[in-house]
């Protein structure tokens, strides 16, 4: 029976029959794996997924961690899911060798991490977390930081968080009041209080390695003073056992509507509970230069960004996968036009609008898996490319749908779970079914790591007009460039490229448009609807190197694959016109409205 976690055969199709990820093994960086290797990997985590992660998604769900005043409780299964993770190398495989990884490819790595997000988001949360604080400190960290809290990440008997938010000043990190007082020994004292941590505080491994945003006295005003310190739970003593409880605490956790899987707790820094080395504040390490925090951590957030985009894209796969299956079998209702009421009912697939509820569902999220492999592409791209210039233009590509990859599947992948709750009708509301949890989960991920609207921010107000818009017009050439191919092919192909074409330059055009006055609160006011158009913009764009791959190519497989593009550009594709309409006309309405009289 086919799994409903994740198609292998369109993982499959866009490794590669898209994206030629067995090229990557030509270049020094990968050369040690074969698409055997990738194969393999890619078979052990559905494995591991369906039979460790996924059979405690609901208990997860309706036993959520709590919280006792000196301890923070987690069901059982998720260790046993996490040892079993640790234990058949998957901790490691995405991380460089020179840490005890396997360097296997990210574009590989994360359609692993995607069957693992698919099975139980709660759980998944963590190996993820600590994979990208581990990437951090390799980046960023001194060799002596890189021994002791990195490679016990890999083996994964630590985990790792990140601790930017705080309760007064959520997204707004120049606002942030945690402190850190320099000791005599050379490490920092941190005094603070931070929100949202994910993976805050559990039993789940040896220690917990927090990252932590934190000012010291006297530096610069805003985030330009921010730095970064790693503040484990255990300090970690020189022969690398644990040594005394840090005094890092939490206050209570936070009791959300999805994701209930993950701790998700309020950490106290420097409360007084814990005396480290007897002296009052939570020890920390520096990492890398006083006062370049916020850049060191965007190594991390850029990253989890793209892992919730992933997130989201994998709750809504299954989703879809589980209501293709249900409408497959659920009989009800007869053929329109059907008069002999003793007719046999048929399967709920065979009315129109169910199709339709389902087409809708397959181009959100075979879109949005094309977009993540696609960026995890990329970050291939820039770290093997053996030319500078290939380099530079993946990671300007990256810059700029970071964004968008964080967005689009968090607002369109939630559609999709909620179209898969219609599909299942009265049952699909019902926590009976998984479609209910599905769509409750997704939901937090247009807040994560950054909500919609400061994405939007990031994509109008930064990336598309840095260095002279550098960014954004490469993203159109490039996209341009499929079109053009797909041109030549004649028939749909050139059809939607046309069409691809036109919003391709209605991108560009309505930059220029709602900067034209130079003010940025009228450039800016309608920030949102620039986001989700150009999303749309660039999964057609994605949907026609998807058809490009197919074509020519006969079978059910490929055959969905088109049915979904035509959905794509002839649904989804015109709803960009009337929003490029509004942001180009720099409309005042939400800029100008008085608060008073809402």
Same mark, same amino acid.
């Given at each position: 029976?086919?799994?409903?976690?994740?198609?292998?055969?369109?993982?499959? !199709?866009?490794?590669?029959?898209?994206?030629?990820?067995?090229?990557?093994?030509?270049?020094?960086?990968?050369?040690?794996?074969?698409?055997?290797?990738?194969?393999?990997?890619?078979?052990?985590?559905? +494995? &591991?997924?369906? %039979?460790?992660?996924?059979?405690?998604?609901?208990?997860?769900?309706?036993?959520?961690?709590?919280?006792?005043?000196?301890?923070?409780?987690?069901?059982?299964?998720?260790?046993?899911?996490?040892?079993?993770?640790?234990?058949?190398?998957?901790?490691?495989?995405?991380? %460089?060798?020179?840490?005890?990884?396997?360097?296997?490819?990210?574009?590989?790595?994360?359609?692993?991490?995607?069957?693992?997000?698919?099975?139980?988001?709660?759980?998944?949360?963590?190996?993820?977390?600590?994979?990208?604080?581990?990437?951090?400190?390799?980046?960023?960290?001194?060799?002596?930081?890189?021994?002791? !809290?990195?490679?016990?990440?890999?083996?994964?008997? !630590?985990?790792?968080?990140?601790?930017?938010?705080?309760?007064?000043?959520?997204?707004?990190?120049?606002?942030?009041?945690?402190?850190?007082?320099?000791?005599?020994?050379?490490?920092?004292?941190?005094?603070?209080?931070?929100?949202?941590?994910?993976?805050? %505080?559990?039993?789940?491994?040896?220690?917990?390695?927090?990252?932590?945003?934190?000012?010291?006295?006297?530096?610069?005003?805003?985030?330009?003073?921010?730095?970064?310190?790693?503040?484990?739970?255990?300090?970690?003593?020189?022969?690398?056992?644990?040594?005394?409880?840090?005094?890092?605490?939490?206050?209570?956790?936070?009791?959300?509507?999805?994701?209930?899987?993950?701790?998700?707790?309020?950490?106290?820094?420097?409360?007084?509970?814990?005396?480290?080395?007897?002296?009052?504040?939570?020890?920390?390490?520096? &990492?890398?230069?006083?006062?370049?925090?916020?850049?060191?951590?965007?190594?991390?957030?850029?990253?989890?960004?793209?892992?919730?985009?992933?997130?989201?894209?994998?709750?809504?796969?299954?989703?879809?996968?589980?209501?293709?299956?249900?409408?497959?079998?659920?009989?009800?209702?007869?053929?329109?036009?059907?008069?002999?009421?003793?007719?046999?009912?048929?399967? #709920?697939?065979?009315?129109?609008? &169910?199709?339709?509820?389902?087409?809708?569902?397959?181009?959100?999220?075979? =879109?949005?898996?094309?977009?993540?492999?696609?960026?995890?592409?990329?970050?291939?791209?820039?770290?093997?490319?053996?030319?500078?210039?290939?380099?530079?233009?993946?990671?300007?590509?990256?810059?700029?749908?970071?964004? #968008?990859?964080?967005?689009?599947?968090?607002?369109?992948?939630?559609?999709?779970?909620?179209?898969?709750?219609?599909?299942?009708?009265?049952?699909?509301?019902?926590?009976?079914?998984?479609?209910?949890?599905?769509? +409750?989960?997704?939901?937090?991920?247009?807040?994560?790591?950054?909500?919609?609207?400061?994405?939007?921010?990031?994509?109008?107000?930064?990336?598309?007009?840095?260095?002279?818009?550098?960014?954004?017009?490469?993203?159109? %050439?490039?996209?341009?460039?499929?079109?053009?191919?797909?041109?030549?092919?004649? =028939?749909?192909?050139?059809?939607?490229?046309?069409?691809?074409?036109?919003?391709?330059?209605?991108?560009?055009?309505? &930059?220029?448009?709602?900067?034209?006055?130079?003010?940025?609160?009228?450039?800016?006011?309608?920030?949102?609807?620039?986001?989700?158009?150009?999303?749309?913009?660039?999964?057609?764009?994605?949907?026609?190197?998807?058809?490009?791959?197919?074509?020519?190519?006969? =079978?059910?497989?490929?055959?969905?694959?088109?049915?979904?593009?035509?959905? !794509?550009?002839?649904?989804?594709?015109?709803?960009?016109?009337?929003?490029?309409?509004?942001?180009?006309?720099?409309? +005042?309405?939400?800029?100008?409205?008085?608060?008073?009289?809402?």
């Amino acid at each position: 029976m086919a799994s409903t976690l994740l198609s292998a055969r369109d993982l499959q !199709f866009l490794l590669y029959e898209w994206l030629d990820t067995e090229a990557l093994t030509r270049r020094p960086r990968y050369a040690d794996h074969s698409k055997e290797t990738f194969d393999g990997a890619l078979e052990l985590a559905e +494995r &591991v997924a369906t %039979d460790h992660f996924a059979p405690h998604n609901k208990a997860n769900d309706a036993n959520e961690p709590h919280f006792d005043g000196e301890r923070v409780h987690v069901i059982p299964e998720v260790r046993k899911a996490l040892e079993v993770y640790a234990e058949t190398g998957l901790s490691s495989i995405a991380m %460089d060798a020179s840490v005890g990884g396997d360097q296997i490819p990210r574009v590989v790595s994360s359609a692993c991490n995607a069957y693992f997000q698919a099975a139980n988001l709660g759980s998944s949360a963590y190996p993820s977390l600590t994979s990208g604080n581990a990437s951090l400190l390799v980046a960023h960290g001194s060799p002596e930081q890189v021994d002791t !809290f990195v490679r016990p990440m890999v083996e994964g008997r !630590f985990t790792g968080t990140m601790c930017l938010s705080e309760p007064q000043a959520g997204s707004s990190l120049a606002d942030i009041t945690t402190r850190a007082e320099a000791a005599d020994d050379g490490t920092y004292r941190v005094f603070g209080n931070k929100m949202w941590i994910s993976g805050g %505080d559990h039993e789940l491994t040896e220690n917990i390695v927090h990252l932590v945003l934190a000012k010291l006295p006297g530096g610069p005003p805003g985030v330009k003073g921010i730095s970064l310190f790693i503040v484990p739970k255990y300090l970690v003593n020189e022969d690398g056992s644990l040594g005394e409880r840090n005094d890092v605490v939490p206050a209570g956790l936070n009791h959300k509507m999805g994701y209930r899987g993950t701790v998700n707790a309020l950490l106290n820094f420097g409360e007084g509970r814990y005396t480290p080395q007897g002296a009052p504040g939570a020890v920390g390490y520096l &990492v890398g230069e006083p006062h370049q925090g916020l850049k060191y951590m965007f190594h991390m957030m850029d990253g989890a960004r793209i892992g919730v985009g992933a997130g989201a894209m994998a709750v809504g796969y299954t989703g879809y996968l589980k209501s293709l299956q249900y409408a497959r079998e659920r009989l009800q209702g007869r053929p329109l036009g059907a008069k002999n009421p003793e007719e046999p009912q048929i399967p #709920i697939i065979e009315h129109t609008d &169910v199709r339709r509820m389902l087409l809708a569902q397959k181009s959100y999220v075979e =879109g949005a898996l094309a977009l993540v492999l696609y960026c995890a592409r990329l970050v291939d791209e820039k770290a093997s490319a053996e030319d500078p210039e290939t380099a530079k233009s993946a990671q300007l590509l990256l810059d700029v749908l970071t964004p #968008i990859v964080k967005s689009w599947p968090s607002q369109w992948c939630l559609e999709a779970n909620s179209l898969a709750i219609q599909v299942h009708g009265g049952y699909g509301y019902t926590r009976e079914y998984d479609v209910e949890q599905h769509y +409750r989960d997704n939901r937090l991920n247009a807040i994560h790591e950054g909500t919609h609207g400061i994405q939007a921010l990031d994509l109008l107000g930064r990336k598309a007009v840095m260095d002279g818009g550098a960014r954004l017009s490469l993203l159109v %050439d490039t996209a341009r460039a499929t079109a053009e191919r797909a041109r030549r092919l004649g =028939g749909r192909e050139a059809e939607y490229a046309d069409l691809l074409d036109a919003a391709l330059s209605r991108t560009a055009e309505t &930059v220029a448009a709602t900067w034209s006055e130079g003010d940025p609160a009228v450039a800016l006011a309608n920030a949102t609807p620039y986001l989700e158009a150009v999303g749309h913009v660039v999964v057609a764009w994605l949907w026609l190197e998807q058809l490009v791959a197919a074509h020519g190519k006969e =079978g059910g497989f490929y055959e969905g694959k088109r049915a979904a593009a035509a959905y !794509f550009f002839r649904h989804e594709l015109p709803r960009t016109g009337p929003q490029f309409d509004l942001v180009a006309s720099r409309d +005042r309405t939400v800029l100008d409205v008085s608060p008073e009289v809402l």
